[in-house]
């Protein structure tokens, strides 16, 4: 079991740095949209492709009245997801991983 546990950890620490890589395009993809950055740019075309897509979908589910809101009510939502992911999904699999490998008689 423990090499099961060795696997769920290296999950969680890669998942945590995709994360972590994630939240940082989404911090450039909102200062971005503060100042009047070229959309020719190369960066400014990576921040935009790599976040438009969930963006679309987030703003696709949302209700009416809140997909005109001034505030970007999608990108908040977006980075909710991406914190919750980090702290409750992460979490739980390097805990589970963690408990795999040092407990051999884990049900």
């Known amino acids: 079991m423990f090499v099961l546990g ?8 890669a998942l ?12 450039g993809r909102a200062i971005i949209s503060w100042v009047n950055a070229d959309p020719r740019n190369p960066i400014v075309r ?7 897509p969930p963006l679309r979908l987030i ?21 909710g997801i991406v914190i919750f992911a980090q702290y409750a999904v992460v979490q739980s699999l390097f805990d589970l991983g963690i408990r795999l490998r040092r407990s051999p008689d884990f049900p």
Not at 6 to 13: D, K, T
Not at 17 to 23: F, I, N, S, V
Request: charged share 15%.
């Open 59 to 79: 703003r696709r589910m949302l209700p009416a009245s809140l997909r005109y809101f001034p505030l970007d009510i999608a990108f908040l939502v977006l980075l």
């Open 46 to 52: 990576f921040l935009v492709m790599a976040t438009e």
């Open 16 to 27: 945590e740095m995709a994360l972590q890589l994630y939240l940082f395009i989404l911090i």
């Open 6 to 13: 060795n696997v769920l950890i290296g999950l969680a620490r």
